[in-house]
Structures are given as structure tokens and as C-alpha cells.
């Protein structure tokens, strides 16, 4: 059974909203669900496409410098072995001889006994979490594949192609957006922490030289990313971690992280990983990895600035940032506050009664092709704007019984509720101004 542990009165009401709304569902709801997946629901899969959207645009196509790629989610399990994950992507883990709840070590805080059911615990064993699989026909060793638990991988393995094709030469960068899979011993907190989840990744390979300038740079860029979110800056902040936190090759690390109602937790990690990868997957595939510069007639292996975000988790900060409840005369109002460029229905359109869906419609899909537009017309006016509160839509749009004399329609912002009378032919125009603010 798929569960949502740990929550606190924020996270169920969530969750509770996500279900109703149709942002996010159990996976598999009908059988009782399946732990640590889950649905996008028609809200949802907007949501992430602003998110994925946002991302690309900013990472990709805005720059000159990076470059995009799609690969495969198995890989030759090679890969893996030059990663480290085969050898040591893992996780101490604990069960429960009673009870047989299973726990990570790090849960458990030194605890003697389960915290559950005081029964006796076993010793901590080593738990890889990355899923295998055959591929083939033989369900043999030699047959036995991976699916990523990070996208970056590829990004390295295909560098020189990538780097050739392009005529890229670093500093520049690689990204990619695509599911990543780990069997998380303990799967929590709704789609914080999933067992299949999407990462958006980059890879900027710079000289030795220029590395930590780089890294300076994207630590910054990558927070004034979640802020054009629409994120609160009071609910971000940036934690380096100590120098005990660091893996050996690894000179520096710092991450975005989101105030949860669980606490500050990350949401992007910017590491300073030295030439570590590509000097493994040289080391394991033989082949010569590195870049020559005709300027400086100098062959070097380039050292590489990651960055790595999780969709769930961005998608999860933002839902939870835009939460609020407010008290409207005696009755509760809860708005989901998103960004207009976020939200996943930018405007609703209703007819006052169904005398007027005619021209309703005609005005719905005039908007549809320049914004996310909806048309709702069950209901009093009042569930409609309620209903489209809940989801996030920043201005709804009336067309009433006076919009055929004075060819007007009334458009109601979602946070101040405020009322203005716009011209029909005014409407796009009216609507594509409050997008710019
Ligand atoms: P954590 O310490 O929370 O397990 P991590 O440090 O292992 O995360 P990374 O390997 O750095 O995470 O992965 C980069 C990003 O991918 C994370 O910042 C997060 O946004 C996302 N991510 C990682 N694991 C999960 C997961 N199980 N579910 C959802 N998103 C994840």
C-alpha cells in the first residue's frame, strides 16, 4: 500500500488537494497503490511542463553555450561500474525482526530498538538502490542492466560526440531532462522522495583554470532560477556543504534548498566535481576523453560544474509555497497563488448561464491559442471561481448577460478578487499585459 508518511497538517492538506484537483494521484490507486510511485493528473502534467519548460528555455535555448540531448534509460551497465554506483550507491539499511518495518540507518539516530514496535533490530546492511533488470532473452549475470538512478551519466559517455558535433568548445555545457529510478529504502514525504522521478541535469565542462569561477556562477544562477519560479525567497536558501560532506574528487558543493513543512530540504545540488567523471569513464572504456585546444595547443581533460534538480521535488516546492487559506466572510477560501507563467490554466472562461456558452466558447477558444484557457460552465459562478482558486488560475474571465450590448466581459483576478470590465477585443491584450508584469 502506498502511503504518505510523516506528513504534517500542510502535507495532507496537499495531498488532499493534489487528489481532488487532479495534480498528482497513487500510482496504481485502484490496487491499493504501489510505494513510492506515483500520477500526474491532468493539472499536474501542466504543472511539470511549465517547470521542464521554464528550465529548458533558460538552460538551453536562451544560452549559447549549452547544449540539449535525449538518451536512454538503460545504458551499458559499464557505465555504471566507471560511475561508482554498482560499487558503492547505497544506502545502510535496518529491519525490524518484529514488526519487519524497514528503516535507513540515518532514521534511526543511533535508536537500540524499533522506534515502532521496540523489537529487536537487525545490523545494518548495505542496500544498492539502483533497479536492475534483463535484457535479452537470458535472465543471467551477463544480461543484467540498470536503470539510471541519475541522467548525468550519459551526458559524459557521450561528451566527445556531443562536444565534436556541436563545435563546442568549453566552456560549455550538456543538458538533459529524463525519469531516473532509485529504490529508495523508504520512499516519503508524497513525491519528495520517489522511487521513479525526473531529474533535469547539466553538465558545463571548463578548464582546470576556470572551475571555480564557473561553479561560483552557477551556484547563483541556479537560485535566481527558482526565485523566476515565483518561489518565495524567504522559503529558499543555499547551504554549501562542509568539507566533510564532499566526496573525495569533489571540490565543492551547495544546495538550493525549500523550506518543507518537514523542514529545509534539498532541492538542487551544484557541485564542483573536478574531471572525475570523465577521467573514470576514460579509465574504463579506454577511450581518450579528452579536449584539445588549437588556441593554447593544450590537451586536457575538462573539469565539470553539475547541476542536477529534481521536477517531483521542484514541483512539490512550488505547490506548497503557492498554498494558502483565507477567511472570506465567515468561509474558507483556499487558493493555490502560482505564477501566472506557471499556473497549468492561465485563464477560465465562464458563461453566466447556458444561454451564453455559445459566445463564451468562440471568446475560450480565440484565448486558447495564446494561453492556457479553460471553459467551465457547471455550477454557480461561485463554485466555478472557487474551483479554479483551488487550481491555481490567475484570472477568470465572465461573459454575461450585458456582454452583448456593451461587448465586454468581466475578468477577476484570482489574489485580489478584484473586478475589471474589459472590451471583448481588448481581452488578449488586457491579459497578456498582467503576464508581463
Ligand atoms: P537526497 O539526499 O534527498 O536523497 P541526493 O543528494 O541523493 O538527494 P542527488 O543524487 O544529488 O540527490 O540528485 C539530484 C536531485 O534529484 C535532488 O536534488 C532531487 O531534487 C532529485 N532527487 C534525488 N532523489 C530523489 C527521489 N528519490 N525522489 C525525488 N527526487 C529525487
Redesign the pocket.
Known amino acids: 500500500m502506498a502511503k504518505v508518511n510523516q506528513v504534517s497538517g500542510t502535507m495532507e492538506k496537499m495531498v488532499s488537494l493534489c487528489k481532488r484537483r487532479g495534480f498528482i494521484f497513487q500510482s496504481s490507486e485502484i490496487y491499493g497503490g504501489i510505494n513510492g510511485f506515483w500520477d500526474f493528473g491532468p493539472m499536474g502534467v501542466e504543472l511539470k511542463r511549465r517547470v521542464k519548460e521554464s528550465w529548458w528555455q533558460r538552460m538551453v535555448r536562451d544560452r549559447d553555450d549549452v547544449v540539449g540531448i535525449d538518451t536512454s534509460i538503460i545504458a551499458h551497465p559499464q557505465t555504471w561500474v566507471a560511475s561508482g554506483h554498482v560499487e558503492s550507491f547505497s544506502d545502510p539499511m535496518i529491519d525490524c525482526k518484529k514488526c519487519k518495518r524497514r528503516f535507513r540507518e540515518d532514521e534511526l539516530a543511533g535508536a537500540v530498538k524499533c522506534p515502532e514496535c521496540s523489537g529487536e533490530l537487525t545490523a545494518a546492511r548495505q542496500f544498492n538502490l539502483m533497479f536492475h533488470t534483463f535484457v535479452g532473452a537470458n535472465a543471467d549475470s551477463a544480461s543484467t542492466a540498470y536503470l539510471r538512478p ?1 541522467t548525468c551519466q550519459s551526458i559524459f559517455t557521450q561528451f566527445k560526440n556531443v562536444q565534436t558535433i556541436s563545435r563546442k568548445r568549453p566552456p560549455f555545457g550538456i543538458a538533459q531532462i529524463g525519469k ?1 529510478f ?1 529504490n ?1 529504502i523508504t ?1 516519503r514525504n508524497f ?5 521513479e ?1 525526473e ?1 533535469m541535469e547539466m553538465e558545463y565542462f571548463c578548464h582546470a583554470n576556470d572551475a571555480a569561477t564557473q561553479y561560483d556562477y552557477w551556484v547563483s544562477e541556479r537560485f535566481a532560477w527558482f526565485e523566476s519560479l515565483g518561489i518565495k525567497k524567504e522559503n529558499l536558501r543555499l547551504r554549501p556543504h562542509a568539507e566533510n560532506e564532499l566526496a573525495h574528487y569533489a571540490k565543492g558543493c551547495t ?1 538550493v534548498e525549500f523550506q518543507m513543512p518537514f523542514g529545509w ?5 551544484i557541485a564542483n566535481r573536478s574531471d572525475y567523471d570523465l577521467s573514470q569513464h576514460a579509465k574504463v572504456s579506454g577511450k581518450d576523453l579528452s579536449y584539445y585546444d588549437d588556441a593554447t595547443k593544450e590537451r586536457y581533460l575538462p573539469h565539470v560544474i553539475e547541476t ?3 521536477v ?3 514541483c512539490l516546492a512550488i505547490l506548497v509555497d503557492a498554498y494558502r487559506e483565507e477567511d472570506i466572510k465567515g468561509e474558507k477560501r483556499v487558493v493555490l497563488g502560482f505564477a501566472p507563467h506557471i499556473a497549468p490554466v492561465q485563464v477560465a472562461v465562464f458563461p453566466l448561464s447556458g444561454k451564453l456558452s455559445e459566445k463564451a466558447i468562440k471568446l475560450h477558444h480565440g484565448l486558447k491559442k495564446r494561453f492556457a484557457s479553460e471553459f467551465d460552465d457547471a455550477g454557480s459562478i461561485g463554485k466555478r471561481y472557487r474551483r479554479q482558486d483551488e487550481i491555481g488560475t490567475p484570472f477568470c474571465v465572465t461573459y454575461d448577460f450585458a456582454s452583448d450590448e456593451d461587448h465586454s466581459v468581466t475578468i477577476r483576478h484570482r489574489d485580489s478578487m478584484q473586478q475589471d470590465r474589459v472590451a471583448i477585443d481588448q481581452v488578449e491584450k488586457y491579459l497578456s499585459d498582467q503576464f508581463k508584469r
Not at 513525491?191 to 522511487?195: L, V
Open positions: 541519475e531516473a532509485r529508495e520512499p513525491i519528495f522522495r520517489s522511487r522521478f531529474q544546495d530540504s534539498e532541492m538542487e545540488g542536477s534538480v529534481g517531483d521535488r521542484t
